[in-house]
T-cell receptor, first 113, second 116 residues
C-alpha cells in the first residue's frame, strides 16, 4: 500500500537558517505529492504540491521537487523565520479519483530568534 | 468564515458513553472526509463521502463507529461505547470534485476526544 516516511522531529533552527525536512514515499502507480502544514492552534492546510516527476512545488519560500528516481519529496527553505514554527506533514494521493490522502507522521519545526 | 467547522472542539467522556461529532464542510464542496490523529502521528483516513454516499470506510472504523452525511451537507461521526483507545483528534476535511486529483483538502480545526 501507499506510505510516507518523513524525518522525525523536533527540528530546532535559528532564524535565517536553512531548512530541509526529508520525505520519501512508497506508492503504487504515480501519486501526487504534498506538504501540509499545521500552525499552532490551527487546522491543517496545504503548503505546496507536485503532481508529476521533476515538478517543483513552491509557496511562502518553501520548495519541494518530485523525484521519481529516489521516490523523494524533500521540503526546503533557504531562510526560516519564527513564524514558520509549525508541524509539517508530507503526504501523497492517487492522481485520479477522490483525494484519499496518506500522511507521514509530521515533523515539528521550532525556529528560535 | 466559510471554512470547515467542527463541533465540539473538545469532548471529555467516560468510557462506555456515546459521543457524536459534527462537521460542516465548505458549502460548495461535495466531498467530505473524516480522519483521526493521535499524538505524534499523522492523520489516518477513516471514511469518505461523495455527496450523501459513503464510498469508502477504513478498517480503522470499527463497528462502534458510524458516520452519516444526510442530504450531502453536514456530516456526523458517532462513536458508541467509547474506549480509552478512542482518545484522539478527529479531523474533518472537504474538497471539491473533479477528475484530476488536485489533492487539496480543506481541514477543520478538529474535535479532540478524551475518554476517561
Amino acid at each position: 500500500g501507499n506510505s510516507v516516511t518523513q524525518m522525525e522531529g523536533p527540528v530546532t533552527l535559528s532564524e535565517e537558517a536553512f531548512l530541509t525536512i526529508n520525505c520519501t514515499y512508497t506508492a503504487t502507480g504515480y501519486p501526487s505529492l504534498f506538504w501540509y502544514v499545521q500552525y499552532p492552534g490551527e487546522g491543517l492546510q496545504l503548503l505546496l504540491k507536485a503532481t508529476k516527476a521533476d515538478d517543483k512545488g513552491s509557496n511562502k519560500g518553501f520548495e519541494a521537487t518530485y523525484r521519481k528516481e529516489t521516490t523523494s519529496f524533500h521540503l526546503e527553505k533557504g531562510s526560516v523565520q519564527v513564524s514558520d514554527s509549525a508541524v509539517y506533514f508530507c503526504a501523497l494521493s492517487k492522481r485520479q479519483g477522490y483525494q484519499k490522502v496518506t500522511f507521514g507522521i509530521g515533523t515539528k519545526l521550532q525556529v528560535i530568534p | 468564515d466559510t471554512g470547515v467547522s467542527q463541533d465540539p472542539r473538545h469532548k471529555i467522556t467516560k468510557r462506555g458513553q456515546n459521543v457524536t461529532f459534527r462537521c460542516d464542510p465548505i458549502s460548495e464542496h461535495n466531498r467530505l472526509y473524516w480522519y483521526r490523529q493521535t499524538l505524534g502521528q499523522g492523520p489516518e483516513f477513516l471514511t469518505y463521502f461523495q455527496n450523501e454516499a459513503q464510498l469508502e470506510k477504513s478498517r480503522l472504523l470499527s463497528d462502534r463507529f458510524s458516520a452519516e452525511r444526510p442530504k450531502g451537507s453536514f456530516s456526523t461521526l458517532e462513536i458508541q461505547r467509547t474506549e480509552q483507545g478512542d482518545s484522539a483528534m478527529y479531523l474533518c476535511a472537504s474538497s471539491s470534485g473533479g477528475t484530476v486529483n488536485t489533492g487539496e483538502l480543506f481541514f477543520g480545526e478538529g474535535s479532540r476526544l478524551t475518554v476517561l
